[in-house]
Protein backbone atom coordinates (compact mmCIF):
# COMPACT_ATOMS: atom_id res chain seq x y z
CA UNK A 1 0.00 0.00 0.00
CA UNK A 2 2.06 3.55 -1.06
CA UNK A 3 0.75 6.85 -2.14
CA UNK A 4 3.41 8.17 -4.61
CA UNK A 5 3.82 11.78 -5.16
CA UNK A 6 5.35 13.35 -8.00
CA UNK A 7 5.44 16.57 -10.83
CA UNK A 8 7.14 18.63 -8.23
CA UNK A 9 10.30 21.12 -9.98
CA UNK A 10 11.34 24.50 -10.04
CA UNK A 11 9.48 27.36 -11.83
CA UNK A 12 9.20 30.92 -12.54
CA UNK A 13 6.41 32.82 -10.81
CA UNK A 14 3.22 32.88 -12.63
CA UNK A 15 4.45 29.40 -14.06
CA UNK A 16 1.98 26.07 -14.08
CA UNK A 17 3.10 22.62 -12.37
CA UNK A 18 0.80 19.50 -12.39
CA UNK A 19 1.09 17.36 -9.70
CA UNK A 20 0.53 13.33 -9.79
CA UNK A 21 -0.93 11.29 -6.55
CA UNK A 22 -0.84 7.83 -7.84
CA UNK A 23 -1.84 4.90 -5.26
CA UNK A 24 -0.98 1.12 -5.44
CA UNK A 25 -2.40 -1.32 -3.32
CA UNK A 26 -5.72 0.42 -2.96
CA UNK A 27 -8.38 2.14 -5.18
CA UNK A 28 -7.62 5.82 -4.56
CA UNK A 29 -11.12 6.34 -5.34
CA UNK A 30 -12.88 5.20 -2.63
CA UNK A 31 -11.10 7.66 -0.65
CA UNK A 32 -10.63 11.56 0.04
CA UNK A 33 -7.97 13.05 -1.01
CA UNK A 34 -6.12 15.47 0.03
CA UNK A 35 -2.81 17.93 -0.53
CA UNK A 36 -1.07 19.71 2.09
CA UNK A 37 2.42 21.44 1.91
CA UNK A 38 5.14 22.58 4.10
CA UNK A 39 6.90 25.90 3.48
CA UNK A 40 10.09 26.31 5.33
CA UNK A 41 9.65 27.65 8.79
CA UNK A 42 6.03 27.07 8.77
CA UNK A 43 3.32 24.89 9.92
CA UNK A 44 1.85 22.41 7.57
CA UNK A 45 -1.22 23.60 5.40
CA UNK A 46 -4.13 22.40 3.86
CA UNK A 47 -4.39 23.24 0.32
CA UNK A 48 -7.29 21.19 -0.93
CA UNK A 49 -8.90 18.08 -0.64
CA UNK A 50 -11.76 15.61 -2.17
CA UNK A 51 -14.11 14.06 -0.59
CA UNK A 52 -17.12 11.89 -2.55
CA UNK A 53 -17.98 9.74 0.22
CA UNK A 54 -21.56 11.07 -0.19
CA UNK A 55 -21.94 10.06 -3.76
CA UNK A 56 -21.37 14.06 -4.85
CA UNK A 57 -17.81 15.46 -4.88
CA UNK A 58 -17.18 17.96 -2.25
CA UNK A 59 -14.20 20.82 -2.79
CA UNK A 60 -12.22 22.46 -0.17
CA UNK A 61 -9.51 25.26 -1.43
CA UNK A 62 -7.82 27.11 1.44
CA UNK A 63 -8.32 31.15 0.34
CA UNK A 64 -4.32 31.53 -0.53
CA UNK A 65 -4.72 28.80 -4.04
CA UNK A 66 -8.67 29.68 -4.64
CA UNK A 67 -9.08 30.32 -8.44
CA UNK A 68 -5.22 29.05 -9.19
CA UNK A 69 -5.03 25.40 -7.95
CA UNK A 70 -7.49 22.73 -9.03
CA UNK A 71 -8.12 18.86 -7.50
CA UNK A 72 -9.08 16.46 -9.63
CA UNK A 73 -8.88 12.46 -9.69
CA UNK A 74 -8.43 9.77 -12.41
CA UNK A 75 -9.97 6.86 -10.83
CA UNK A 76 -9.16 4.71 -13.95
CA UNK A 77 -5.51 5.15 -13.63
CA UNK A 78 -5.90 5.72 -9.81
CA UNK A 79 -4.00 9.14 -9.32
CA UNK A 80 -5.34 12.12 -7.92
CA UNK A 81 -3.66 15.26 -9.73
CA UNK A 82 -3.28 19.07 -8.52
CA UNK A 83 -2.51 21.71 -10.84
CA UNK A 84 -1.10 24.67 -10.17
CA UNK A 85 -1.43 27.92 -12.01
CA UNK A 86 -0.02 31.61 -11.66
CA UNK A 87 2.34 30.15 -9.15
CA UNK A 88 3.44 32.63 -6.51
CA UNK A 89 6.87 32.75 -4.40
CA UNK A 90 4.86 32.17 -1.44
CA UNK A 91 3.62 28.60 -2.81
CA UNK A 92 7.29 27.26 -2.24
CA UNK A 93 7.02 24.09 -0.35
CA UNK A 94 6.98 20.62 -0.14
CA UNK A 95 3.49 19.07 -1.24
CA UNK A 96 2.12 15.95 0.25
CA UNK A 97 -0.60 14.12 -0.43
CA UNK A 98 -3.46 11.71 1.72
CA UNK A 99 -6.40 9.62 1.43
CA UNK A 100 -8.31 8.88 4.26
CA UNK A 101 -11.42 6.80 4.45
CA UNK A 102 -13.41 5.37 7.75
CA UNK A 103 -10.42 6.57 10.01
CA UNK A 104 -7.53 4.99 7.56
CA UNK A 105 -4.87 7.45 6.03
CA UNK A 106 -2.20 6.81 4.04
CA UNK A 107 0.18 9.78 3.45
CA UNK A 108 2.79 10.19 0.44
CA UNK A 109 6.29 10.86 0.52
CA UNK A 110 6.40 14.68 -0.84
CA UNK A 111 7.45 16.39 -3.82
CA UNK A 112 9.11 20.16 -4.17
CA UNK A 113 7.67 23.06 -5.83
CA UNK A 114 9.69 25.86 -5.89
CA UNK A 115 8.72 29.30 -7.60
CA UNK A 116 11.47 31.90 -7.85
CA UNK A 117 12.68 34.13 -10.48
Known amino acids: VQLQASGGGSVQPGGTLRLSCTAS????????VAWFRRAPGKEREAVSCIDDSDGYSQFFYADSVKGRFTLSRDNAKNTAFLQMRSLKPEDTAVYYC?????????WGQGTQVTVSS
Open 25 to 32: GFSLGDYA
Open 98 to 106: AAERFGNSY
